[in-house]
């Protein structure tokens, strides 16, 4: 099954190219995939835990590299992410002028890219996969992209780059600090392996902070961020939802993946930077998205800005934390995919994203009005959505680390100006919305229409999403908790 | 059947064809092409069935020749690169025609490749430096033909004497160093000399120098800084298809032979220093210089500089596989992107701008140049990627800080001017508002016609570079016998 979702969307790609009906074919592949992944998602036994699902292929014996896809409750949440945005992406690709087949495949192509790094259970095609997506996001931008495109797919690519490359050489140091018999690319070898040979703490602070800055750079942790904000607004909306909501997460999977399980030192150790650096991207770049005047950069601040509150619960260093920082990725992926599907809808509209120049968009598109809204408020963490019940596990988990009552530790302060970041958000979501949706109804806008019934669907499926997991948190909760309370008692 | 047949088989070829060419004028000149084919790839196959090299009986011959798994996995190699070139060359004759006003020497151009081959095939088998040196000559004296056979085009002249004179200038450093170590040692043999470093009762400054004018010598062939000015000029002047096989065949050899005489270098002080600091050099170097590029034929010169510094990381490492490796990842998507190029060239140009809006005209050699570029730049999936991942795993295992770093830094840099290609390809013309308001079609805007069997072997590169991308064993196996 997990073989059938990797392959899916790159055969599809591929017929594609070859000539039949790219978007019927591309809303096929995706609805198959969610459909997949649905049936994954209620077959997954809850109670056995670890990885489930498992195919796997031998790659090379000399480096005990395989083809190895499995699921366990973590990743099996990042492929329900990964899948239900890319059917809502496809689906919001509409008027492609030119190279249409070209466009979709290439959706389709960061989409198996994204499925295949959370699917793998090998370090090497985790890693691999995730380059999939590197010359797609390239083509996407550059061909089809708006405002500075060629400045935006270059940056965006030589920042991944070299990301990903410090990335690399992050896991082959992992690989190599283990003793020669014992090496491999397997992520449940390597736990093992690790388990009875613990990596020796120097290494381990090299090997975490290799991974912090290969990660970050993916991630767009402060201050590797600037590619990501002037990406997300140039790129196509549909390229946007995808990179925003799924790809980039694959960095945070990566941590609570690797560093957390098999770095305790190292995230110990770094504990000091992370707080420093996710704060700067909670506070300093929640201040710039507020200086924001369109929202297309908005958007991409916001989303290099929500990363912090995710950075926070991976660094809290426990069950709650890491779980909540899980629920929010999830959360974050639907709630950022909607805010760039509507935006998009509102460019292709007026041409333009100025805040000074929309205003009372709400009269003539009330469907648009009524969804931003609820993105809106699920954005800012309302109760009622799944980002509320995530921050809150986040919160909770943060200000546990390393708490006394005598005196405020750094994860209590860390909390608390995080939590100033909840107003700052608070600001800049409800400035936009109220500058684009309410006021005065300009002549210009008077003709524009709402949203066709047909793309009501995938925001009612993004919608649904936030509101079923933000009024039972524990369905996410109970599949995600296992993974964790593993990674977290194997290290004490 | 053992080893030595091989080459003599391509010998008599190369020969055979060449007198056909003088006594049977009248034949049609590509039926010379398709017969050298032929022959190749019989040898080719032949290479599977063969003896091992005598283990007892060792008489003169075996002590400068040698069949181990290495020189057998490099003659196929060579084979593959040299019937891959002229099947480039086939295409390519028209050029050749035009600027000759008539189809003469034709025959030669298409026999002087099998000589090279033969001469490659011995480089990589050569463990005596009498053998190294005069399969070296054969090597190097048919290229010498080979870059200026359009000889009234001034490009291709000019070529040819820079690579004739900076060929003989570092032939001289070579066996000048040759004599330094026979000075010291007494021995042309890589094993005794082997055996002489080791046993301390040498001159090690003596010894040092001669080595160090050796690696002279064997930096200009494989492209390395600084012994690489020669590289761009007579890579862009010559006939592109010895372009391609000068960037391949020529380094590969030059990399095997470096392998092996580093094996008794490395035993003198400094060796692996120098070797490290050549490394950064030719990296740095090929890929800054590659950045501002604007003709595709030269940013794949540097880019050669370049993938030769990556090489040299696995050299300074002693990762004989992770080289082999890199090498065979190298052959695969350089000659991809030089067969491309033969054709696209034929229609418009050698310019990156040339490639303007390829994918609308020929989408299928945009996208065999897609997947040539992404090779060549490292994505994963493809043979390129894993040729760098082992020669990284190497450095770091090596625990070479510098190389990594660098090396890093370079793989960057080497995206942004390898994307340029796909940027034209792709992305929207940069004139494209300008040649409908003209309201004429460019010559830019035609399909472009591909032959049936470039089309093939376009396609079989394509499918072997994603494939060993994927699969890599295969070719780690090969050198395991």
Redesign the interface.
Known sequence: MLLFLVLCPIVAAILILAGTSARLTALIAAAANLFVTLLVFVQFDRVAGGFQFVTSFVVSTDWRIQFALGVDGLSLLMLLLATTVTLAAVWFADKIDNYERAFYACLLFISAGAIGAFASIDLFFFYAFHELALIPTFLLIGIWGTGDRVRAAWKITIYLTLGSFVLLIGLILLYQSLPPPERSFDIRALQEAIAVHPIAAPEQRHIYLLLLIGFGVLISLFPFHSWAPEAYASAPPSAAMLHAGVLKKFGLYGLLRLATPMLPEGAHFWMYLVAVLLLGNIIYIGLVTVAQKQLDWMLGYSSVMHMGYIFLGIASANILGATGAAALIFAHGLSIALLFAIAGQIRNRTGTLAFAELGGLAKAMPFAGLAFGFATFAAIGLPGFANFASEVMIFFGAIRNGWSMERFHLFQIATVLALWGVVISTVYMLRAYRSIFWGATSERWSKIVDLRASLRIPIALLIAGLLWFGFFPQTLVQMVEPTFRTYFTATK | MIAPYLEIAVLVLGITILMCETFAANIDKKTFAYAGIVGLVAVLIASFFLAGSPTQHVGAFWSFYTADALSIFFKRFMLVTTIIVLLMMIDYAPAIRKSEQRASHLGEFFSLPLLTCAGLMYLVSAIDFVFIFVSLELVTISFFVLVSFPRRNPIALEAGIKYLILGALSTAFLVYGITWIFGVTGETNLQKITAAFASGKIDNYAATFGAVLVLVGLGFKIAAVPFQIWVPDVYQGAPTPITAFLSVGSKAAGFVVLLRVLQPFLILPNIERLIVLIALLTVVYGNLAALPQTNLKRLLAYSSIAHAGYLLIGVACFDGRAVTFYLAAYLLMTLLSFAILVIVAQQTGEEISNFDGL?KRAPFLAFAM?VAM?SLAG???TAG?FGK?FI??SA??QQQTAL?VVG??T??CG??YY?KV??AM???ARNASLSVAGGQPSPNNNAIAVSTLSRAVIILLIAATILFG????PI?NALKH
Do not use: G, N
Not at chain 2, 470 to 473: A, E, I, L, T
């Open positions: 994918a897609l992404a994505l994963p999936f990627f991942f990284f795993v770091v295992a990594v890093i830094v793989v960057a995206f942004y994307l796909v940027r792709y992305w929207p994927v699969y890599p064993q780690l």
